[in-house]
């Protein structure tokens, strides 16, 4: 059975300053869900939230505009809630906030 596999490289505020490597895995089936692992760096605990989410398109090497990344990703076309509802009330691409 083939696995799928995506890396995302990701950069806080804006900045090129690295602040970890995600890894997105989902087995080639329907419905499959996808797991996501990784490690986060650069960011100073306690000091303030950092959104986490996935933004609809990938940016080029050396581009760290988010808003250039298009919106958060949403593909049922849901109201901005937290990560804890249901997917009928939430972005999927929401993953909460980390600090």
């Keep these: ?3 799928w596999v995506a890396r995302a490289d990701l950069h806080a505020d804006s900045s090129s300053l690295p602040a970890g490597t995600l890894i997105f895995t989902q087995a080639d089936f329907l419905g499959s869900p996808v797991r996501v692992t990784g490690t986060l760096i650069n960011l100073i605990p306690n000091t303030k939230y950092h959104g986490f989410h996935v933004h609809m398109f ?5 581009e760290w505009n988010c808003s250039k990344a298009g919106d958060h990703w949403n593909p049922y076309s849901t109201i901005h809630g937290d990560r804890y509802d249901s997917i009928e009330r939430r972005h ?3 993953l909460g906030n980390i600090w």
């Excluded at 990938?58 to 050396?62: H, Y």
């Design 58 to 62: 990938g940016l080029p090497n050396g």
């Design 1 to 3: 059975m083939k696995t």
């Design 92 to 94: 999927v691409g929401d």
